[in-house]
């Protein structure tokens, strides 16, 4: 395992639903990412933290809404989401946001919206 | 974790021979690169990087190729094994940039017994 813990691991939720996405990291590192993976596209970035401070948002609808307590702890909170929001979201966690260190992902957790 | 309906170029090997996966890249600003492999059902699994002042790193039956002419990366796999079935993506960083990672589509990689 990469030390990168995500839960759910699935989950099906109504568009009228609220949920969260939860991820921990136990490697000390200091930037932590939310991705998404859906059938008809490559991985997307979707927000990074460095030291609990966002420092990227690419252009992700409100609907997702990502919140960072500490360095080890990252959640997704999800919020009428649409059906084409069905996806696996992976967490990944990297020594810090700048240098590029490889990062490491979660299991992910495999969202269907119903 | 699988693209099912994203249309993958899909690379078929026989056990033992050496593997090649090419990617192409476009920002010639990028300057950090990092090959990842995913398996059915899991995220994807950090294999190899490589920083632009470099055009070549070895790993444990893995090398990385980097042709900043052309922009193109490689990974090489050493006496493939079926437990390296799996989709491979490249992903690059521009310099300067916080964790912005782009990722490739994937190669899926089947190793025939």
């Known amino acids: 395992e990469t030390g990168v813990t995500q839960t759910p691991r699935h989950l099906v939720m109504g568009m009228t639903n609220k949920k969260s996405l939860k991820c921990e990291q136990h490697l000390g590192h200091n930037a932590m990412y939310w991705y998404k993976q859906s059938a008809k596209k490559p991985l997307e970035l979707m927000f990074v933290?460095?030291?609990?401070?966002?420092?990227e948002n690419n252009s992700v609808p409100s609907r997702f809404s990502p919140e960072c307590p500490n360095s080890s702890h990252l959640f997704l909170h999800l919020h009428t989401l649409q059906p084409e929001d069905s996806a696996l979201y992976l967490c990944a966690s990297s020594q810090d946001a700048w240098a590029g260190g490889g990062a490491f992902f979660g299991q992910g957790t495999r969202l269907t919206v119903v | 974790g699988e693209s099912v309906g994203l249309h993958l170029p899909t690379l078929s090997v026989q056990e033992g021979d050496n593997s090649i996966i090419n990617c192409a890249y476009s920002n010639s600003a990028s300057d950090y690169f990092i090959w990842y492999k995913q398996e059915s059902g899991k995220g994807p699994q950090f294999i190899i990087d490589?920083?632009?002042?470099?055009d070549k790193r070895q790993g444990q039956r893995v090398t990385v190729l980097l042709n900043k002419t052309v922009k193109h990366l490689s990974l090489q796999i050493a006496a493939t094994q079926p437990g390296d079935s799996a989709v491979y993506f490249c992903a690059e960083k521009e310099g300067g940039s916080q964790g912005n990672l782009i990722f490739g589509k994937g190669t899926k990689l089947s190793v025939k017994p």
């Open positions: 933290y460095s030291l609990e401070e966002r420092v």
């Open positions: 490589i920083r632009s002042n470099m």
